[in-house]
């Protein structure tokens, strides 16, 4: 990074006011749980924008599908990255327009993509022949995005071995959707929580140098779409918005230029949503392993299977807040509480945690908001799908006594008061 961008790093995002005074108005809420502050989704929202004026943001609702969280970005003016026709329902009972969803998702039915052209979803994404030729057949008239491979250094979540196609053969692809009255475009995923700038310089090349060589067969695209990858607040630092939004622009115009008339995507998810929430869970157990080893085992009521898939391998840290006046911090190994010995969540990424800390102790996982309800099972173990509720500083939110989305489930409320205590 350079001086500029040292000086620029993300602030790490604690507690909001407003999710501290929630916590704080709520000390026997049954852990764990998920606030999610709305205002900062729409602060997020409001700086990307402004940092790439040009993008056309399109939220990636797989990141967090809570309705609060559609409609804020909807009445924003956001569009919607889907994955499934359960997305495409969700955004369509919102009412939001199908214009504004994209289906971006490379693996679908043939079924479900002839039902989202019926919604009128036009934006379509493939990285296979097979899969172009289900649009060809189901969408006519629609615009399909071919996605390049990348190689996805730098990011905590790579994405670069499931999705993805070369260049050479996307040159393929992008003539057969031409020849076949598609209009297309470009889309490339640099790897999720990317953290190195150059990152979209290099997927840009590729898919700069693809455009140039369609347009000099007569072929011009619709548009390049830059996927996810921009980040938020975990333990590592990262830039600001403003040094991805000025490095995205080079790239922008050293390869494509200056004249591109294609529209520019984006797809952020866990950008907008992940420093706006924090999950509060409890120590359920301390232990050492072997008895007198330095290094404690301190098991959480949240695990790999009900909210924290994404510390597989532990790729995404998380930064934890522990109560205060409990000691120096000293090594520990982060578990969750299910029978499963996968659920172990950081062993070697170095975490401490206060000498003191007891059972019971409610610990705070910060910039929890994006991958977490989403990912979390439906009852494994018995456990609860992870429970949410939204906060902002304007007045009353409703908050939700289940997870989102649980199709056909209805998790149990504890304690159904505390879902409508929420900030005033």
Known sequence: MSTAQVRERHNPAGLTPAARRFLAANPELQTPFLVLDLDVVEARYRQLTSAMPRARVLYAVKANPAREVLQRLADLGSSFDVASPGEIDRCLKLGIDPARLAFGNTVKKERDIAYARSCGV????????????KVIRQAPGSTVYVRISTDGAGADWPLSRKFGCSPGDALGLLRKAAHA????????????????????????????AL????????????????????????????????????????????????????????????????????????VVLISRRPAGDQTRWVYLDIGMFNGLTETLDEAIRYRIGAPPGRGAPGPV????????????????????????????????????GAYTASYSTVWFNGFEPLRTFFVSAAGPVTGTPSAQPQPGTRATAPDRQHAHALER
């Open 333 to 368: 190994v982060l578990a969750g509480p299910s029978c499963d010995s996968a659920d172990v969540l950081y062993e070697k990424s170095g975490y401490q945690l206060p000498v003191g800390l007891r059972i019971g102790d409610r610990l705070q996982l910060m910039s929890a």
């Open 211 to 282: 455009v140039r060589t369609l347009s000099q067969e007569g072929y011009q695209a619709a548009g390049v779409n830059l996927g996810g990858g921009l980040p938020c607040a975990y333990r590592e630092p990262v830039a600001g918005i403003g040094a991805y939004g000025q490095a995205i622009h080079r790239a922008l115009a050293r390869h494509l230029g200056q004249d591109f008339a294609g529209e520019v995507l984006t797809e952020p998810g866990r950008y907008l949503v992940g420093d706006a929430g924090v999950i509060q869970t409890e």
């Open 181 to 208: 009255g598609l209009s297309f475009g470009v889309s490339f995923h640099v790897g999720s929580q990317q953290r190195d700038l150059t990152a979209w310089d290099r997927a840009l090349a590729d898919a700069g």
């Open 122 to 133: 036009g934006i379509f994404t493939v990285d296979a022949e097979a899969e172009l030729d």
